[in-house]
């Protein structure tokens, strides 16, 4: 099986001169294509900073980071926000909908703004809300939905193109137990059925159990 993820000999720096404070030290590991892997560690071990340099969306770090065989770390930025957008997609603790747009608008969005043709979308969305488990609440809007439902809107939102990778920093960190395990059934659902290579940040080892494997972090090391 081949690489998805693979992070090399990463070191990550906060700050300058007195006030350093170095978050990652030579962090290594790879997530094979198809996996589902997760990531835990305590409070302020560097999950999220690693997440944010895997998804491309902080670039200042030492060492490399290759996504589906291609370095992260000497590509372009116009080649990288390419990637992002084709290749991953970003579920966060809190939802992040926009409050006045109902589901499918919120589920569109980040696609609609590049362009693409709502109408071309309409199968795919109604597969991915027919997945998540939405289709009934396509036209809600999000203070209508319990906070599970929310968040199922923002793995829509993050899985409409059909990204080849998912990356969840504490996606169920905001919910009761069971709106977090129908969050981590689903997560399982588009890594079994849709092929989708996850990653997941998680406190919780009744969550991480869900993946395939868990990596712990401790102080900015994977050990
Ligand atoms: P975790 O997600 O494991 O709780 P983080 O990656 O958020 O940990 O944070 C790790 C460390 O990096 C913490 O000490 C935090 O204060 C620091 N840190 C995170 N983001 C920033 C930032 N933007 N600027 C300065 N320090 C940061
Ligand atoms: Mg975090």
Do not use: D, I
């Given at each position: 099986m081949s690489s998805m993820i693979e992070v090399k000999n990463v070191s990550k720096t906060f700050?300058?001169?007195?006030?350093?404070?170095?978050?990652?030290?030579d962090a290594g590991f790879e997530v094979k294509k198809g996996e589902f892997v997760s990531l835990m560690g305590a409070s302020g071990s560097g999950k999220s900073t690693l997440l944010y340099l895997i998804g491309g969306l902080d670039r200042e770090f030492e060492g490399n980071i290759l996504i589906d065989g291609e370095d992260i770390t000497k590509m372009s930025e116009r080649k990288l926000s390419q990637l992002r957008l084709e290749k991953i997609g970003f579920v966060f603790?809190?939802?992040?909908?926009?409050?006045?747009?109902n589901v499918e608008d919120n589920i569109l969005l980040p696609l609609t703004v590049k362009g693409k043709k709502r109408s071309e979308l309409e199968p795919e969305l109604k597969e991915i809300l027919e997945i998540t488990g939405l289709t009934e609440k396509r036209?809600?809007?999000?203070?209508?939905?319990?906070g599970g439902q929310q968040q199922r809107v923002a793995v829509a939102r993050a899985v409409l193109g059909n990204p080849e990778i998912l990356l969840a920093d504490?996606?169920?960190?905001?919910?009761d137990s069971v709106s977090g395990t129908e969050i981590m059934n689903l997560f399982k659902k588009l890594n079994e059925k849709k092929g989708i290579t996850i990653l997941q940040v998680t406190h919780s080892a009744d969550c991480a159990a869900y993946g395939n494997r868990t990596i712990n972090i401790e102080n900015g090391r994977i050990v």
């Open positions: 700050g300058k001169g007195g006030s350093e404070n170095k978050v990652l030290t603790q809190f939802y992040n909908l926009v409050q006045n747009l036209k809600a809007m999000p203070t209508e939905l319990s504490e996606a169920t960190g905001n919910l």
